[in-house]
């Protein structure tokens, strides 16, 4: 019977595990997850966009002495992004959204 007490007076627990070694098995390892690093030295070209890319300030035009934001003031707090407009703010965009659901319980 499966509920009835082991050897031990304990009742079994999970799945019977197959004697022999685990394929995989990486308790001993010194390092578990070495598999999984990916070290900041050697980045995976495959990934993108990499968020500590350096790329220039659209914003901020080149000055001579190398001061922030060029020889022109900061931008005004609250003055809208050079980037793309959101498509839901763009004449312009692909529909975005799927249909509309019919309301068929009214």
Known sequence: MPN???????PPTGFPEP??????????DQDPHH???NP???PD???WPDPYDKRPDPRD???????????EPHPATGS???SQPHPAQDPEAEPWEGPKR?????
């Open 4 to 10: 009835e007490p082991t050897e031990s007076g304990k």
């Open 35 to 37: 598999v999984l690093n």
């Open 19 to 28: 004697p022999g070694e685990d394929p995989g098995d990486r308790t001993g």
């Open 40 to 42: 900041a030295t050697d």
């Open 80 to 82: 809208l992004s050079t």
């Open 61 to 71: 035009p080149v000055d001579p002495d190398a001061e922030p934001f060029g020889e």
């Open 102 to 106: 019919d309301k068929v319980d009214e």
């Open 45 to 47: 070209p495959t990934e």
